[in-house]
C-alpha cells in the first residue's frame, strides 16, 4: 500500500541506549521530515531532508542523527537517549508546496 | 520564529454548532495549510490555501485568508461528535522548504 510507514510503534529504553526510529515512504517524495510533538510546544521540526544525501537541521535537532542513503527512507537516531527525548515522532513526506503526508507516529519513552 | 498560532486553544461546542478557529503568522507565505489530529494519531492534511487565494471550500470546511493582517480562519459547519480533535495550522514560507506548526485548538463536539 502506497503511503508513510513508520516504525516501532511504540518503544521504552532507558538513558544512554541508542535508539533508531524507521521511517519509509512509497511515494518517491523529494521531502522527509522529523517531527516531535510535546504537549505545549506542538509539533517541532528536527531534521529534515531535501533528497537523499541532502539533510538539514530543524528547531530542535541536539541529541539526533539522520540520514537518507534512499530516497524512500529516513531513519531517525538518537545517539544517547534522555529523558527530555521522551515524546511522539512523527515522519512526514512531502513534494515542495505540497502537503505532509504523516507517518502515524513512534511513541518513544525514555527511562 | 515563523510559527503560526492558533486561537482558541480550545473550543467546546454542541453538534450541530459551527466552529471557527484562527491562526495568525509572522512571514510572507507561499501557503497556509490545515491538519487536523485525532488522539495518539498522525496529522491528516484538510485543506491547503495558496497566498493568492482568499477563499476555499471543502465539504462542511471553508478556509479564508488574509495575507494584510497574516491570518486564516477555519471553519467547520455543522459539526458533529466525529469532529473532535485537534487542528493545526501550518505555514509554508517563501524561502524555506519546511511547514512550521502552530500549537493547535482542541475542539470538542458534544452530542
Known amino acids: 500500500d502506497a503511503g508513510i510507514t513508520q516504525s516501532p510503534r511504540y518503544k521504552i529504553t532507558e538513558t544512554g541506549r541508542q535508539v533508531t526510529l524507521m521511517c519509509h515512504q512509497t511515494?518517491?517524495?523529494?521531502?522527509m521530515f522529523w517531527y516531535r510533538q510535546d504537549l505545549g510546544h506542538g509539533l517541532r521540526l528536527i531534521y529534515y531532508?531535501?533528497?537523499?544525501?541532502?539533510?538539514d537541521k530543524g528547531e530542535v535537532p541536539d541529541g539526533y542523527v539522520v540520514s537518507r542513503s534512499k530516497t524512500e527512507n529516513f531513519p531517525l537516531t538518537l545517539e544517547s537517549a534522555t529523558r527530555s527525548q521522551t515524546s511522539v515522532y512523527f515522519c512526514?513526506?512531502?513534494?515542495?508546496?505540497?502537503?505532509?503526508?504523516f507517518g502515524s507516529g513512534t511513541q518513544l519513552s525514555v527511562l | 520564529s515563523q510559527q503560526g498560532e492558533e486561537d482558541p486553544q480550545a473550543l467546546s461546542i454542541q453538534e450541530g454548532e459551527n466552529a471557527t478557529m484562527n491562526c495568525s503568522y509572522k512571514?510572507?507565505?507561499?501557503?497556509l495549510q490545515w491538519y487536523r489530529q485525532n488522539s495518539g494519531r498522525g496529522l491528516v492534511h484538510l485543506i491547503l490555501?495558496?497566498?493568492?487565494?482568499r477563499e476555499k471550500h471543502s465539504g462542511r470546511l471553508r478556509v479564508t485568508l488574509d495575507t494584510s493582517k497574516k491570518s486564516s480562519s477555519l471553519l467547520i459547519t455543522a459539526s458533529r461528535a466525529a469532529d473532535t480533535a485537534s487542528y493545526f495550522c501550518?505555514?509554508?514560507?517563501?524561502?524555506?522548504?519546511?511547514?512550521?506548526f502552530g500549537k493547535g485548538t482542541m475542539l470538542l463536539v458534544s452530542p
Open positions: 512526514a513526506s512531502r513534494e515542495l508546496d505540497g502537503q505532509l503526508f
Open positions: 511515494w518517491s517524495h523529494s521531502y
Open positions: 531532508s531535501a533528497a537523499a544525501d541532502i539533510t
Open positions: 512571514t510572507s507565505i507561499n501557503n
Open positions: 490555501i495558496r497566498s493568492n487565494e
Open positions: 501550518a505555514t509554508d514560507a517563501e524561502g524555506y522548504s519546511t511547514l512550521t
